[in-house]
């Protein structure tokens, strides 16, 4: 598909269409939507920031390529005056003091938020079922899971209920449900956009992430998004990616896969089959394509969810009634933060808090947490020595198709392992698109770090090749 984000703005340049109506017609989408992506709409300010698009238009003025361009925001994004629920009971009445880096530049560019949209709890999770909004439907087949966390996110993209949508990606959250509902999800590198008014998950994996219907509209959100933040110290300066750039596939000389995502009995038969398949038209366009050795997914799933678990329980240790949240009063104040925590915390976000302070408390940190730090650094030596090797690698993004909604609630565990492919590359902080392409969940593309440029012009290729 092509961009629509220069499409529409033509037809708003043209006066084909009006930017009110347009963003009435999504609106109405949205609210009539039976795949329950929405937790909160907003209706008020998308129609009085469409009139102001819509007067400047009548007036002559030219408008920038955004502007106009209706999109969502995964709901554990800060915009001022809007609730921030991360889809929780604890935040349910919470409403932002900010706005996010990363929406706030979108926003002065002159794109318009439709919505906040419904997702795990506090991106807890693969399936956006745990979630106080209800479970989100698959868009394809709504028997089935949204995916997670930004389920919501991505089911409004693949409905066309929104352009586009910003998730967060801390594990795998905007390529595995981009997969699921066959649209674009990028993460970034680490630190390419700003942090500052994401609610923290897991603080050394959080990326956020836009999800479209094409390479192109990918591109010109990740552009807007990037750059250094003074409120976020983690990020960095990039340059633009431009467009001519990325059409051409040359610099571009070999593709690694690892053997042991493929070679075992957790993946689906036709998963594997169709990735082999992918493989053999890449080669069959002169691209060298390499099998290449890497940890085991269990490693990769215990390795992530040790360090996830340990930075979840850190990070949501402020929510406890006092500052934010809903407070029960107990007894006494400690008996008030337990029971608001426990009140108003999901299973699913308590068995990480659990989890989280177990293996971060004396006696366990040596054997358990600090294991992990070591296991990361060997995973990101392992990558940086893949990539003297190849220039992109390819991986399918699930080892199975979506389960039916219920299913991932019965059983965390199982739920943990499908996230065994896209795990390893947010602990190696490297950019990774999931395509809509090559396997019934896609494919994801990687490359070096910093070198998200390489992965969209590898998209491009691919676009054409398979
Ligand atoms: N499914 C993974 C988890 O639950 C990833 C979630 C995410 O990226 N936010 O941790």
Same mark, same amino acid.
């Given at each position: 598909?092509?961009?629509?984000?220069?499409?529409?703005?033509?037809?708003?340049?043209?006066?084909?269409?009006?930017?009110?109506?347009?963003?009435?017609?999504?609106?109405?989408?949205?609210?009539?939507? #039976?795949?329950?992506?929405?937790?909160?709409?907003?209706?008020?300010? !998308?129609?009085?920031?469409?009139? =102001?698009?819509? !007067?400047?238009?009548?007036?002559?003025?030219?408008?920038?390529?955004?502007?106009?361009?209706?999109?969502?925001?995964?709901?554990?994004?800060?915009?001022?005056?809007?609730?921030?629920?991360?889809?929780?009971?604890?935040?349910?009445?919470?409403?932002?003091?900010? #706005?996010?880096?990363?929406?706030?530049?979108?926003?002065?560019?002159?794109?318009?938020?439709?919505?906040?949209?419904?997702?795990?709890?506090?991106?807890?999770?693969?399936?956006?079922?745990?979630?106080?909004?209800?479970?989100?439907?698959?868009?394809?087949?709504?028997?089935?899971?949204?995916?997670?966390?930004?389920?919501?996110?991505?089911?409004?993209?693949?409905?066309?209920?929104?352009?586009?949508?910003?998730?967060?990606?801390?594990?795998?959250?905007?390529?595995?449900?981009?997969?699921?509902?066959?649209?674009?999800?990028?993460?970034?590198?680490?630190?390419?956009?700003?942090?500052?008014?994401?609610? !923290?998950?897991?603080?050394?994996?959080?990326?956020?992430?836009?999800?479209?219907?094409?390479?192109?509209?990918?591109?010109?959100?990740?552009?807007?998004?990037?750059?250094?933040?003074?409120?976020?110290? #983690?990020?960095?300066?990039?340059?633009?990616?431009?467009?001519?750039?990325?059409?051409?596939?040359?610099?571009?000389?070999?593709?690694?896969?690892?053997?042991?995502?493929?070679? #075992?009995?957790?993946?689906?038969?036709?998963?594997?089959?169709?990735?082999?398949?992918?493989?053999?038209?890449?080669?069959?366009?002169?691209?060298?394509?390499? !099998?290449?050795?890497?940890?085991?997914?269990?490693?990769?799933?215990s390795t992530y969810y040790t360090l996830a678990m340990a930075e979840t329980a850190s990070n949501l240790s402020r929510l406890d009634g006092t500052n934010y949240g809903n407070r029960i009063e107990g007894d006494n104040l400690k008996e008030t933060y337990s029971v608001t925590r426990s009140e108003n915390f999901s299973e699913e976000s308590k068995r990480r808090i659990v989890g989280g302070n177990q293996v971060l408390s004396q006696g366990f940190s040596d054997e358990i947490y600090l294991k992990g730090l070591n296991l990361r650094d060997n995973i990101s030596e392992n990558f940086e020595k893949d990539f003297e090797e190849v220039d992109i690698?390819?991986?399918?993004?699930?080892?199975?198709?979506?389960?039916?909604?219920?299913?991932?609630?019965?059983?965390?565990?199982?739920?943990?392992?499908?996230?065994?492919?896209?795990?390893?590359?947010?602990?190696?902080?490297?950019?990774?698109?999931?395509?809509?392409?090559?396997?019934?969940?896609?494919?994801?593309?990687?490359?070096? =770090?910093?070198?998200?440029?390489?992965?969209?012009?590898?998209?491009?290729?691919?676009?054409?090749?398979?």
């Amino acid at each position: 598909m092509s961009s629509q984000i220069h499409h529409i703005h033509q037809q708003l340049m043209n006066k084909d269409i009006s930017c009110t109506a347009l963003v009435q017609e999504k609106l109405d989408l949205l609210k009539q939507n #039976t795949n329950n992506t929405v937790n909160t709409l907003l209706d008020t300010l !998308a129609l009085d920031l469409a009139a =102001k698009v819509d !007067a400047k238009i009548a007036n002559g003025e030219t408008i920038g390529l955004l502007e106009g361009i209706p999109f969502g925001i995964k709901d554990v994004y800060m915009v001022q005056g809007t609730y921030t629920t991360a889809s929780s009971d604890l935040l349910k009445n919470y409403k932002s003091a900010y #706005t996010a880096t990363a929406i706030q530049k979108l926003l002065d560019a002159g794109a318009i938020p439709l919505v906040k949209e419904n997702c795990d709890s506090f991106g807890h999770g693969s399936s956006s079922e745990n979630t106080i909004f209800g479970a989100v439907k698959n868009a394809i087949n709504p028997d089935l899971v949204g995916g997670g966390s930004s389920g919501g996110s991505a089911v409004n993209v693949a409905k066309d209920y929104t352009v586009f949508s910003i998730g967060g990606d801390t594990g795998g959250s905007v390529r595995q449900p981009a997969g699921y509902n066959n649209v674009y999800g990028l993460k970034p590198t680490y630190g390419r956009i700003s942090r500052y008014g994401l609610m !923290a998950y897991a603080s050394s994996t959080d990326c956020v992430g836009p999800i479209a219907k094409s390479i192109e509209d990918i591109r010109i959100v990740l552009n807007i998004m990037s750059g250094k933040d003074t409120k976020d110290q #983690t990020t960095y300066a990039s340059a633009d990616i431009s467009q001519e750039v990325i059409s051409s596939s040359e610099n571009i000389k070999t593709v690694g896969y690892f053997k042991n995502f493929i070679e #075992t009995d957790a993946i689906d038969a036709d998963i594997k089959s169709d990735f082999l398949a992918t493989i053999e038209k890449i080669k069959a366009k002169g691209i060298e394509v390499k !099998a290449l050795d890497f940890f085991e997914s269990e490693t990769l799933v215990s390795t992530y969810y040790t360090l996830a678990m340990a930075e979840t329980a850190s990070n949501l240790s402020r929510l406890d009634g006092t500052n934010y949240g809903n407070r029960i009063e107990g007894d006494n104040l400690k008996e008030t933060y337990s029971v608001t925590r426990s009140e108003n915390f999901s299973e699913e976000s308590k068995r990480r808090i659990v989890g989280g302070n177990q293996v971060l408390s004396q006696g366990f940190s040596d054997e358990i947490y600090l294991k992990g730090l070591n296991l990361r650094d060997n995973i990101s030596e392992n990558f940086e020595k893949d990539f003297e090797e190849v220039d992109i690698i390819i991986s399918p993004v699930t080892p199975s198709t979506p389960p039916k909604i219920g299913d991932s609630l019965k059983d965390p565990h199982a739920m943990y392992l499908s996230d065994a492919y896209t795990v390893g590359f947010s602990l190696g902080q490297l950019p990774t698109l999931t395509v809509p392409q090559g396997t019934a969940t896609g494919l994801q593309i990687t490359a070096a =770090k910093h070198n998200d440029e390489l992965v969209l012009k590898f998209a491009n290729f691919l676009k054409d090749t398979i």
